[in-house]
């Protein structure tokens, strides 16, 4: 019998591009982890100095550091925020269309503007919070103040994850949780979080990887300043690459960081029974 | 996936400098490529250069691209077929690198041969670009020393006197901030601006040797107790509050520590000679009613470094790649074209003061003639100009330098835990 579905060779663009784009760089920067190339001329291979390197230099570690903590503040900061505004927007509000309209905003800017726009803002002698706290010049603060930016930023995105998700639990439920006597509360809880159970899970993975390899926006709000208060991994990687132009060790911080995004995602998806996924809903 | 993109470029950078070592490029339809810094005002003077060096037969095109991408790309295609056959650079260790790499045609020949050439720059700019003896870079534009730049009305209204000695200027912080006014800009958020401070104390301290030895690698390099010295000083500057307290995130674009000194905010700002030009077009009238001072460093009594001694960046240069095809074409436009008289004449006009012999008279006839005659007379009287040590030492070191150096603004590491983290490198 044939196949409903469509043949592999479909598949063959996507994996093209993959192996092209993904994977030659990946293979490419695993080589030059093991070379010492200051951009110019060839590489030269040196063994492992790279990584006995790494695994002596405490600066990496403290951006190592810095990095988890951002992920972890970034998660435990969207969140909340994107599922409740989330599961809110779902409902039948007469003010939802417009308010969710002007929640969504942030995302529809580049993350160039919004940084460059919360830099000013924060400007110490010309901005919003002028002579008063230090959000940026502060290296206790500087970190707390990216992890808004970012948040500011993508909570909108969660938010209509966790929009389109509440949207397709069917109301039936919610009926019948009614006539039990269930609370607004308790029919949260007991209905409206397990059902969105798989989408915590996506949310969680791209909020998690997409802080492990954060980037832009910390580049040009504060630059890993003040000092190396928010030099974070990838930032580190780039530093070192591209201001100190050691392509070889910034390679093997490359591949850290390939390795650390890989593991946290496949990490998430087994822990959470992702792979096993099945509905809840009515009817299966 | 951001990360993945930066990967990717590593991987990118990999594969074109593979690509380079196939061979030389193809002559290129456009001639001579220049490739160069986009400035707004500089960009129409080097098209002027071209253009003069095409109505004498040449053939040569203008490439520009932004500070950092700059620095960037030169270093991917410098060595590939898609390499420049001239290039700006700041010259010093810099360019070491690409000569180091093989990668740079040494100039020295033809400045031999041509002693008209060779005598038309000032001396001590011209060896800005040479290396263990040879000349592999032109100054194509003005000199630019760092020097300390003042509020006049600021200080008439305090009845204090620009700083001659650094008690002065110990003695100036305590004036300004009894009066609530910052003694000093600073735009702490970027590390070279700092730079600017240590360079200074150091070459007063302990005379452009202790920085010659570090860059070299010999004698004590940073452990030379001079430097100790010098960071203890500048610790006491910035323990004192002369730099206010919010510098950390300060930067040098619009809105940065220019705005603040020209609203009074701040009293002081060191900084390299551009920021005259930098002010005239972000405040205008601060400087056109005459409230911009400028003086030079001030003297540190005791210390071995002449006080006439700058350090900046002594100009910026034209470089030939030494793998090019048109490497005869290339010579020629560097030799001909940057001396020459409507050139000249350009850079003067656009408040640049260029590293010419005799260029005075040019300079007392045009615009802004107090500050460029100022800017000409140090620099030729200077017995050393020290290059900016970002860019005098490989780019690994300095990157390694410049982020202790944001660590021991803030306080974060003493001046010998900076000598041990430096010298470590």
């Known amino acids: 019998m044939r196949s409903q579905r469509p043949s592999g060779w479909y598949a063959v663009p996507a994996y093209g591009f993959f192996a092209l784009f993904a994977v030659l760089p990946m293979l490419l920067v695993v080589y030059l982890s093991f070379t010492s190339w200051q951009g110019l001329g060839t590489p030269v291979p040196n063994g492992t100095a790279n990584w006995s390197r790494l695994i002596a230099d ?34 039948q509000q007469r003010s939802r269309a417009v308010l969710s309209s002007i929640f969504f905003l942030p995302l529809l800017l580049s993350t160039a503007a919004i940084a460059l726009l919360w830099q000013a803002l924060l400007d110490p002698n010309f901005g919003i919070a002028a002579g008063g706290m230090q959000f940026l010049g502060d290296p206790d603060i500087a970190i707390y103040t990216v992890v808004f930016v970012i948040s500011w930023q993508y909570i909108p995105f969660h938010t209509l994850m966790y929009q389109g998700a ?28 397990p059902q969105l159970r798989y989408t915590l899970v996506t949310s969680s993975v791209l909020m998690l990887v997409g802080s492990l390899t954060t980037f832009d926006t910390v580049l040009i709000l504060t630059g890993g300043g003040p000092g190396t208060a928010t030099r974070i991994l990838p930032l580190h990687m780039y530093i070192t690459g591209f201001s100190g132009f050691e392509m070889g060790y910034a390679s093997s911080i490359a591949v850290v960081l390939v390795v650390l995004g890989t593991a946290l995602s496949v990490a998430v998806m087994r822990w959470s029974g992702f792979r096993a996924m099945s509905s809840q809903q009515e009817g299966s | 996936m951001r990360t993945l993109i930066s990967t990717g470029l590593v991987a990118v950078a990999a594969v074109v400098s593979a690509c380079g070592t196939a061979g030389p490029a193809e002559p ?33 095109s203008l490439e520009t691209f932004g500070n950092d991408p700059y620095k960037q790309k030169l270093r991917v295609a410098i060595g590939s077929p898609n390499a420049p056959d001239v290039f700006f650079n700041w010259g010093g260790g810099n360019l070491k690198e690409y000569v ?71 003695a100036l912080v305590d004036t300004f901030k009894a009066k609530g006014i910052q003694p000093i800009s600073l735009a702490g958020s970027q590390a070279w601006t700092e730079l600017m401070w240590i360079e200074y104390i150091l070459d007063r301290i302990g005379g452009p040797e202790v920085f010659r030895n570090i860059r070299d690698g010999k004698g004590q390099g940073w452990k030379d107790p001079a430097v100790t010295e010098a960071l203890t000083k500048l610790k006491e500057l910035i323990d004192r509050g002369g730099f206010g307290t919010n510098f950390a995130s300060v930067g040098y674009d619009v809105g940065g520590a220019s705005t603040i000194l020209a609203q009074g905010k701040a009293a002081m ?37 002449d006080p006439g001694n700058v350090v900046g960046n002594a100009s910026n240069y034209y470089s030939v790649t030494s793998g090019s095809s048109q490497v005869e074409a290339a010579k020629k436009f560097v030799s001909t074209a940057l001396h020459e008289d409507s050139y000249v004449q350009a850079l003067v ?37 020290q290059l900016s040590w970002d860019q005098d030492l490989p780019a690994e070191k300095a990157t390694a330098m410049l982020t202790q150096l944001q660590e021991f603004f803030l306080g974060k590491v003493t001046p010998q835990q900076f000598v041990d983290a430096v010298a470590a490198r």
């Open chain 2, 28 to 60: 290129g339809a456009g001639g001579v490529k220049v490739w160069a810094l986009q400035d707004p005002v500089l960009n129409p003077i080097e098209q002027k250069s071209i253009d003069f060096f095409k109505s004498g037969g040449g053939n040569a």
């Open chain 2, 349 to 385: 006009e656009a408040g640049d003061v260029p590293a010419v012999v005799g260029v005075e008279e040019k300079l007392a006839k045009a615009a802004n003639s107090e500050y460029t005659t100022w800017i000409y007379g140090q620099v030729k009287d200077a017995k050393n100009f």
């Open chain 1, 58 to 91: 405490g600066e990496a570690h403290a951006a190592v550091g810095r990095t988890v903590l951002l992920m972890v503040v970034s998660w435990l900061f969207q969140t909340p925020i994107a599922l409740l505004i989330g599961v809110w927007a779902a409902g």
């Open chain 1, 166 to 193: 509440a949207r397709a639990i069917p109301a039936s439920l919610y009926e019948a949780a009614t006539i039990d006597g269930a609370s607004r509360v308790g029919k949260f809880l007991h209905i409206t979080l």
């Open chain 2, 269 to 305: 700002h060191l900084m390299g000679s551009w920021e005259y030009v930098n002010q005239l077009g972000q405040s205008p009238d601060f400087v056109k009613k005459g409230s911009l001072g400028w003086v030079a460093f001030p003297s540190i009594p005791g210390g071995k470094g």
């Open chain 2, 100 to 170: 180091d790499a093989g990668k740079i045609a040494d100039l020295t020949p033809v400045l031999d041969q041509n002693s008209a050439l060779k005598s038309a720059f000032l001396p001590s700019v011209l060896d800005g670009a040479k290396i263990d003896g040879k000349y592999y870079g032109i100054p194509m534009r003005g000199m630019q020393p760092v020097l300390l730049f003042f509020n006049k009305e600021v200080f008439t209204a305090a009845g204090a006197q620009p700083p001659k000695t650094w008690d002065d200027l110990l």
